[in-house]
């Protein structure tokens, strides 16, 4: 028996089943986080219930949390602290009584993210619109709580939105739609260390010395392919500032940079 040796067939059926355990992991700690924020919205819909129906205010979130606490010692989550984010959770994604529901893009969105990503997004977000916005983006690109919270803190919402380009007229359709989500306006380099009177080589240097931070500050489908890129066009020879390549719009991004180091910003052009 010892002495069997397993050919390439048995190499690669090994690694079926490994990515099938991996599958069935990933759907597993999926579908048990679906079920938590299900039962965070119903709790925060049960204390607001309560809260309406009776004079207890805040007492009412100590007291159940300490009784909650005795009969379920092995469950985390129940907190008093917890309990008020289980509120504004359901209160923020509810509309007033007589108003429409709440919206069934948001309600399917927050079950795929994590609690702790949750709650960053309906604590500093504004509005529905915006949620929606960081809980979309937070499922596309896979942000780490860290990164959800950098984007949060820069305001990416506004930015994203923000940003005024001729792509309409200059790109057909799908290429100029899908150009103009790729650009953010202003773009925010707080990773730069730069004095104001920082010349346009110093935030060029600066901007490829952290690039994994310039590559998350772009946003997805961003790919650094060098620094003084250079291009020859006819008898003319071009030096590129930054030159990357975009996996979504399938095409090459040429950035020029401004000097306006004042803020530690800059601008394409």
């Given at each position: 028996m010892d002495d069997i040796k397993f050919d390439d067939n048995y190499w690669i059926w090994l690694s079926e089943i490994k990515?099938?355990?991996?599958?069935?992991?990933?759907?597993?700690?999926?579908?048990a986080n679906s079920a938590l924020i299900e039962f965070y919205w119903d709790l925060g819909k049960l204390i607001v219930?309560?809260?309406?129906?009776?004079?207890?205010?805040?007492?009412?979130?100590?007291?159940?949390?300490?009784?909650?606490?005795?009969?379920?010692?092995?469950i985390k989550g129940l907190s008093s602290s917890n309990l008020k984010y289980c509120k504004r959770f359901y209160s923020f994604y509810s509309w007033p009584i007589g108003q429409q529901p709440v919206d069934?893009?948001?309600?399917?969105?927050?079950?795929?993210?994590?609690?702790?990503?949750?709650?960053?997004?309906?604590?500093?977000?504004?509005?529905?619109?915006?949620?929606?916005f960081y809980l979309q983006k937070t499922l596309e690109n896979g942000w780490s709580r860290d990164i959800l919270a950098l984007q949060l803190k820069s305001n990416l919402y506004v930015r994203a939105g923000a940003s005024v380009t001729n792509f309409d007229l200059t790109l057909p359709k799908p290429f100029s739609d899908l150009a103009q989500q790729t650009l953010?306006?202003?773009?925010?380099?707080?990773?730069?260390t730069l004095g104001p009177k920082a010349k346009e080589q110093d935030i060029e240097i600066q901007l490829t010395k952290h690039i994994t931070h310039f590559l998350?500050?772009?946003?997805?489908?961003?790919?650094?392919?060098?620094?003084?890129?250079?291009?020859?066009?006819?008898?003319?020879?071009y030096f590129l500032d930054l030159l990357f390549y975009h996996v979504k719009l399938k095409c090459y991004v040429v950035i020029e940079l401004l000097c306006c180091a004042q803020?530690?910003?800059?601008?394409?052009?």
């Open positions: 990515s099938k355990i991996r599958s069935s992991q990933i759907r597993a700690a999926v579908a219930e309560k809260q309406a129906d009776t004079q207890w205010g805040d007492k009412l979130i100590e007291t159940l949390s300490k009784d909650l606490k005795e009969d379920f010692t092995d069934q893009l948001a309600k399917r969105l927050i079950k795929q993210i994590p609690w702790g990503h949750n709650i960053l997004i309906f604590t500093k977000s504004d509005n529905l619109d915006q949620a929606t953010k306006d202003p773009y925010v380099f707080d990773f730069i998350l500050e772009l946003g997805k489908g961003f790919a650094f392919i060098g620094r003084q890129y250079h291009l020859i066009v006819g008898d003319s020879d803020h530690n910003r800059s601008y394409v052009a």
